[in-house]
């Protein structure tokens, strides 16, 4: 008899310690935002500690750190995966496609951080929806700008309807990480291209909070610009997709629209879709043939309705990704091939003003009246008056300068920042093992522009023309090798080439060959230029066409004498040429 009551006291206790494990185990996943009835967002340290609980309560979910940022701290990515399979190497030889999700790049942007929290959440605790993903991988970056994030405030968003408090748009070196993808001035941007290279996403959103014209819609998107992303994948964002997640959307309730590119003027004059050129983040995934989108939800819109309305989107984006999985996988399969298969590449392109669509636009009625602050007029518009009206939408572009695709590039060796953000990009390359002479193209800057104020910690250039010389060159051992027939096709074209939008010509990579080095006196030069003149007829010849074609060349000894050196062996071949030679 004792020996049975024994064991019932035993069975009693070891039953009330599973009840006081399995309550301590039981974890609270309200977030902030819902905590607080739609009115704040969670702080960095709350969004990471939610992550951490949440993969430790369910094993789809993995959270792994990738990468140091400015902050001091390490960027964080969280994986969904159905079947517990958290190997990309893996991933990618499957049917599974990526969706690459990344939040508060702009921290008092910070719909998209609590939109997924509360995404990932509603995943792992429905079995239904962790079975339909089976072929789906979710992937979200929870807080990008880290530096901006810990930097929280309540006043920098002035345009802006909630939450309470939230973080600033620079990073900790004050940097707006939304331009900064193809420059990668920050260690964020490297972690973010860690990243994006071990996903490999099939689709990406960068979510957004809007600044511009206001109107009735509380969201609004920026598709990668289907021109730009080009090929089948192009007339796949703009025919398939985006109808699509419009149509999605419209069933939920939601109307969205385009993202308003308009500043201080109204919509109804119509506009044109944004053009996200590698500096963005839209651009920089296009390089690497990813469906890409920006959602913006409306500043002036509550809180509460912004979330939901990204929550919703979000879901129409899975939603679709499982649908079209195969076709997306197949399209991006031969994506590389179709672009090498053209041989020339579009590096700029300029708006079609004759080509557009016609939106039935939802805004309020706007005009100018006299400020109350100010002795002008200010742009006023009245919520009481929304009207439906025909917009003009401007959304395609056309190539405004296209190159032939070389064989290869030949950086030459010293230009260790161009190369540290090849390795970066998983770019292959080889290095010369011997001093080796190739015929190549020779590039020379032949003219830019330079903005006369700084632009995210540069001076950039814009309408870089360039001339090129075919001629034989003797590389050096230890020179860089690059060959286009590669994955990184399009980011070869356009970082190296210095007439594309955003290549490392623009961003001052190489601004130390627009100097000289080397120069004259003139009263010691004059001797040798009268020699020069007297054995060389064709650059006097030269020389006397230009004084009779130019008046103020012609009123100018120094800028003659000038043009006889750099006519001159003595004028240094580095000025003005660029370590980047083409292969033919």
């Known amino acids: 008899m004792m020996y049975f009551k024994n064991r019932l006291f035993l069975a009693l206790i070891t039953l009330f310690s599973g009840a006081i494990s399995a309550q301590k185990t039981v974890k609270d996943f309200t977030t902030t935002f819902e905590k607080s009835k739609g009115t704040e967002t969670s702080t960095y340290q709350e969004t990471i500690t939610f992550y951490k609980e949440l993969a430790a309560a369910y094993p789809e979910i993995s959270i792994l750190e990738m990468g140091e940022t400015d902050s001091g701290f390490p960027l964080h990515l969280v994986v969904f995966s159905a079947s517990k399979?958290?190997?990309?190497?893996?991933?990618?030889?499957?049917?599974?496609?990526?969706?690459?999700?990344?939040?508060?790049?702009?921290?008092?942007?910070?719909?998209?951080?609590d939109a997924s929290m509360m995404l990932l959440r509603y995943l792992v605790q429905d079995k239904n929806k962790i079975k339909k993903l089976e072929n789906t991988i979710i992937a979200v970056i929870p807080i990008y700008n880290i530096g901006g994030a810990?930097?929280?405030?309540?006043?920098?968003?002035?345009?802006?309807?909630?939450?309470?408090?939230?973080?600033?748009?620079?990073?900790?070196?004050?940097?707006?990480?939304?331009?900064?993808?193809?420059?990668?001035?920050?260690?964020?941007?490297?972690?973010?291209?860690?990243?994006?290279?071990?996903?490999?996403?099939?689709?990406?959103?960068?979510?957004?909070?809007?600044?511009?014209?206001?109107?009735?819609?509380?969201?609004?998107?920026?598709?990668?610009?289907?021109?730009?992303?080009?090929?089948?994948?192009?007339?796949?964002?703009?025919?398939?997709?985006?109808?699509?997640?419009?149509?999605?959307?419209?069933?939920?309730?939601i109307i969205i629209t385009p993202y308003v590119n308009v500043w201080g003027t109204t919509p109804e004059a119509g506009f044109s879709q944004f053009f996200d050129s590698p500096r963005y983040?839209?651009?920089?995934?296009?390089?690497?043939?990813?469906?890409?989108?920006?959602?913006?939800?409306?500043?002036?819109?509550?809180?509460?309705?912004?979330?939901?309305?990204?929550?919703?989107?979000?879901?129409?984006?899975?939603?679709?990704?499982?649908?079209?999985?195969?076709?997306?996988?197949?399209?991006?399969?031969?994506?590389?091939?179709?672009?090498?298969?053209?041989?020339?590449?579009?590096?700029?392109?300029?708006?079609?003003?004759?080509?557009?669509?016609?939106?039935?636009?939802?805004?309020?009625?706007?005009?100018?009246?006299?400020?109350?602050?100010?002795?002008?007029?200010?742009?006023?518009?009245?919520?009481?008056?929304?009207?439906?009206?025909?917009?003009?939408?401007?959304?395609?572009?056309?190539?405004?300068?296209?190159?032939?695709?070389?064989?290869?590039?030949?950086?030459?060796?010293?230009?260790?920042k161009v190369l540290e953000r090849l390795k970066d990009n998983h770019i292959e390359y080889t290095v010369f093992k011997k001093d080796t002479a190739i015929i190549v193209e020779e590039q020379h800057i032949k003219d830019y522009k330079t903005s006369t104020k700084p632009f995210e910690g540069h001076f950039i250039h814009s309408k870089t023309e360039v001339s090129s010389i075919t001629k034989k060159v003797l590389f050096q051992k230890g020179d860089i090798y690059i060959p286009i027939q590669q994955n990184g096709v399009r980011y070869l074209a356009e970082t190296l080439e210095a007439e594309a939008t955003d290549s490392f010509f623009n961003w001052n990579f190489f601004d130390t060959v627009l100097e000289q080095k080397e120069h004259f006196s003139s009263y010691v030069f004059e001797d040798i230029a009268e020699k020069l003149l007297l054995e060389n007829p064709t650059l006097r010849d030269l020389l006397n066409q230009k004084m009779n074609t130019d008046k103020d060349f012609a009123k100018s000894p120094e800028a003659q004498l000038d043009f006889i050196y750099k006519n001159s062996p003595y004028y240094e071949s580095a000025h003005l040429k660029l370590p980047v030679y083409k292969v033919f």
């Open 85 to 113: 399979e958290f190997d990309f190497n893996k991933i990618q030889l499957s049917k599974k496609n990526t969706i690459l999700i990344n939040n508060a790049i702009h921290p008092g942007e910070s719909d998209g951080v």
């Open 150 to 253: 810990l930097n929280r405030n309540s006043h920098s968003r002035a345009n802006q309807n909630g939450p309470k408090e939230y973080g600033f748009r620079g990073n900790a070196q004050n940097f707006d990480l939304k331009r900064d993808f193809i420059k990668a001035d920050t260690k964020n941007a490297k972690a973010f291209a860690e990243i994006f290279h071990l996903v490999k996403p099939a689709v990406f959103i960068d979510t957004h909070v809007s600044n511009g014209a206001d109107y009735q819609y509380g969201i609004t998107h920026l598709f990668t610009q289907h021109n730009n992303l080009g090929n089948d994948l192009g007339e796949f964002i703009e025919n398939v997709m985006r109808p699509n997640i419009e149509a999605s959307l419209l069933k939920k309730d």
């Open 281 to 416: 983040s839209t651009g920089y995934t296009t390089l690497f043939n990813t469906l890409g989108m920006m959602v913006e939800t409306h500043m002036l819109k509550p809180y509460k309705q912004r979330v939901s309305a990204t929550y919703s989107l979000l879901e129409s984006v899975i939603d679709f990704t499982m649908e079209k999985g195969n076709e997306i996988k197949e399209l991006r399969q031969h994506a590389v091939a179709n672009i090498l298969a053209k041989k020339t590449y579009p590096i700029s392109f300029e708006l079609d003003k004759n080509t557009y669509s016609t939106l039935q636009f939802k805004g309020y009625e706007g005009s100018y009246i006299d400020s109350k602050v100010t002795n002008g007029k200010r742009l006023f518009y009245d919520r009481a008056k929304p009207y439906t009206k025909p917009v003009k939408y401007y959304n395609n572009y056309i190539a405004s300068k296209e190159i032939q695709l070389p064989k290869a590039y030949i950086l030459k060796q010293g230009w260790w």
